[in-house]
């Protein structure tokens, strides 16, 4: 949604200010990482009822989203391997201890295939063809066209093994299962994620609602511009969620706020701060 805004934007199409909810912090680094660590593995165990642990699995993309569920499958015990095509990423995922290789390298032996990418054509035919016979693939990250449904509809016999459980078997007799037909597995074979960390990204874009309201007067926001709720805001809503889960702050003293150039009620970092 907000490339199409941004794209938009540049066009001179966009009739309207918008807010870029997607990149707050607290909605990024929150509902996109630890929201996909609880339900891509929920999903997953709910639809096939499969041990985890042991399993080679291999997560496409290692944005907020693959991080979350890297570390869910590396925890559960996987043997997980990351594919990236960005080198600030895919260093990333390396220095976390997992093997960044392509998908051509991994396809042939690994059990279970999330796509994380907000990309197109990931997992292509030709990659479901050569893939182990009742390879588990699922798509966390955006639309069905991660995986190329269509293509494997076409070159398959299609079983039913449960709602959102499909077996596709090639003519060769070998199959992959997948699941909630290439659309996000979390939705389809679980209910998403839990409410808490949703309420971050409800929090965002209600504050962003306020804030378009209070600055309606003004030139903060241009016709046709994208911008992040700013850093005052995003600090606001992570402050506003610190008491349910019994988090006590410290505050810095006036000296110490001094000697780094904040206010003692924040925002506490510069815009270009990564979390």
């Not at 490339?3 to 990024?28: C, Y």
């Not at 037909?181 to 874009?205: K, Y």
Request: charged share 20%.
């Amino acid at each position: 949604g907000v490339h199409r805004l941004w794209e938009m934007s540049k066009k001179g199409e966009l009739l309207f200010p918008a807010i870029n909810v997607n990149d707050s912090v607290t909605k990024s680094k929150f509902d996109n990482l630890y929201g996909c660590k609880h339900s891509l593995p929920d999903g997953i165990m709910r639809a096939t009822d499969v041990m985890l642990a042991g399993k080679r699995a291999v997560v496409c993309g290692y944005g907020d989203v693959g991080k979350g569920c890297a570390m869910a499958l590396k925890a559960a015990g996987c043997i997980t391997f990351v594919t990236e095509v960005d080198p600030i990423c895919a260093l990333q995922a390396a220095m976390e201890g997992f093997a960044v290789k392509t998908l051509e390298d991994v396809i042939s032996f690994v059990d279970i295939i999330i796509t994380t990418t907000g990309n197109k054509d990931i997992i292509r035919l030709e990659h479901m063809a050569a893939m182990k016979n009742n390879c588990i693939v699922g798509n966390i990250g955006h639309f069905d066209n991660e995986i190329q449904m269509e293509k494997l509809m076409a070159a398959t016999t299609r079983t039913n093994i449960k709602p959102q459980v499909d077996k596709f078997t090639f003519p060769s007799g070998s199959g992959v299962i997948i699941l909630a037909e290439g659309r996000l597995l979390n939705l389809g074979c679980a209910t998403g994620h839990p409410s808490f960390v949703m309420s971050n990204s409800f929090t965002n874009q209600t504050l962003a609602q306020i804030e378009f309201w209070r600055e309606r007067k003004t030139e903060k926001y241009a016709k046709g511009s994208v911008t992040v709720l700013p850093k005052v805001l995003d600090e606001k809503v992570a402050a506003l969620h610190l008491d349910h889960i019994g988090v006590d702050l410290t505050v810095l003293t006036k000296d110490q706020a001094e000697y780094i150039n904040v206010a003692v009620t924040g925002p506490f970092k510069p815009e270009t701060y990564r979390y």
